[in-house]
Each structure stands twice: as structure tokens, then as C-alpha cells.
């Protein structure tokens, strides 16, 4: 199993649409997760964190559910720009205290006209 | 600011044979790592370094080599190629806090062993 698993889509939405991802760890002593958006042949960029139950900026929301150990990403009143691949990332330390990252190999978003 | 400049952005090996992949920063970043991105799967971690002279193994190390002379550059050395390592690489940085995690990637490496 995975320990960062992503339902890899693509989810098709048309604009205004609201669209919500899952992401699903399995490494219950993970401390923070992290959402970085991928555009096509591109470098992922940051695009949120989320330390405590969730945040949200803008158009977008994250949510933590520790118990039952996901991630969400609601993406309310989508854009044609917001078409992109989203990882999902988990920190997590190892036995010798080094800070890891794991990354989900990503979900896919096509927002249509 | 530049931010994280990485070369070539394609690369045709022949297997066998050996390139190094460029990396440099102009954030004064501490922390410096290379990840490979494959269909499928996440990014996978190779090497990182939490400063100059200091480097370390990530996940998938085998059949690479890095240094880190400087603060500013982190090349990544393919020994002897393999149809296993064509992948995607990309190289990051951040700065070396506690409290910080976000990554800054340059633009990625295509390769492809033949």
C-alpha cells in the first residue's frame, strides 16, 4: 500500500463547478501535509498547507480528518487555470529524526468550458 | 531572484553512459535535494543536503552521486545510466527551519536512457 494515495482522476468539471479531492495516508504519526500544484510538463508550486484541522485561502479549502487519516481539497467555483495535477503531501520523521515528505502521485483536474 | 535553476532541461543517454544534472539556487537555501517524478508514482526522494559539505540518501539513491561544494549549487552525477532511470528530475530547495516546508522547485529534467 501506498503511504500517500490519491485517486489519480482526472476529475472533468465545467467552470464554476465546486470539486473536492481525497488523500489518504497511512502513516498515522504524519504531523503536517502540504498541497502543491503541477501544471503539465511543469514544476509542482506550493499551494497550501495544513497544519491543524484545515485552511483555507480563497476559492480553496483544505480539511485534516486525523482519525480517519485524510486530506481534502475543496476547490469551490472552478477556473480554466485551476486545471492542473494535485499532489498530496504528507511530513513525516524518520527514526533518526530526519523530516521526510512524502508525495502522492497526484490527482488530475480539467476544468471545462 | 532567480530561484532554482536547473540544466538541461533534456538529455538523450545511451546506456552506460554517465552526465551530471545541474542544480543552483540564489535563495541562500540550506537545504538543497533532487526527486525523480514517474508515471504513477510520487516524487521520490535521491539525495538532499542540509548545507555545504553535508549530503545524505533519500529513497531511491542507487546509481547516483551528488556533492555540495557551495551553498548555492547541487549537482546530481548518473554513474553509468540505466533504461531504469529515465524519469522526470526535478531538484528543490527550502530554507532549513523547523517551521518551514515549502519546497521550491526549479523547472525539471526530462531524460531518457536508451
Known amino acids: 500500500r501506498k503511504e500517500v494515495e490519491q485517486d489519480p482522476g482526472p476529475f472533468n468539471v465545467p467552470e464554476g463547478a465546486t470539486v473536492a479531492f481525497n488523500c489518504t495516508y497511512s502513516n498515522s504519526a504524519s504531523q503536517s501535509f502540504f498541497w502543491y500544484r503541477q501544471d503539465c510538463r511543469k514544476e509542482p508550486k506550493l499551494l497550501m498547507s495544513v497544519y491543524s484541522s484545515g485552511n483555507e485561502d480563497g476559492r480553496f479549502t483544505a480539511q485534516l480528518n486525523r482519525a480517519s487519516q485524510y486530506i481534502s481539497l475543496l476547490i469551490r467555483d472552478s477556473k480554466l487555470s485551476d486545471s492542473a495535477t494535485y499532489l498530496c503531501?504528507?511530513?513525516?520523521?524518520?527514526?533518526?529524526?530526519?523530516?521526510?515528505?512524502?508525495f502522492g502521485s497526484g490527482t488530475r483536474l480539467q476544468v471545462q468550458p | 531572484n532567480a530561484g532554482v535553476t536547473q540544466t538541461p532541461k533534456f538529455q538523450v543517454l545511451k546506456t552506460g553512459q554517465s552526465m551530471t544534472l545541474q542544480c543552483a539556487q540564489d535563495m541562500n537555501h540550506e537545504y538543497m535535494s533532487w526527486y525523480r517524478q514517474d508515471p504513477g508514482m510520487g516524487l521520490r526522494l535521491i539525495h538532499y543536503?542540509?548545507?555545504?559539505?553535508?549530503?545524505d540518501q533519500g529513497e531511491v539513491p542507487n546509481g547516483y552521486n551528488v556533492s555540495r561544494s557551495t551553498t548555492e549549487d547541487f549537482p546530481l552525477r548518473l554513474l553509468s545510466a540505466a533504461p531504469s532511470q529515465t524519469s522526470v528530475y526535478f531538484c528543490a530547495s527550502r530554507l532549513d527551519r523547523a517551521t518551514n516546508e515549502k519546497l521550491f522547485f526549479g523547472s525539471g529534467t526530462q531524460l531518457s536512457v536508451l
Open positions: 543536503s542540509v548545507g555545504a559539505g553535508i549530503t
Open positions: 503531501v504528507a511530513l513525516s520523521f524518520t527514526s533518526t529524526g530526519r523530516r521526510a515528505l512524502t
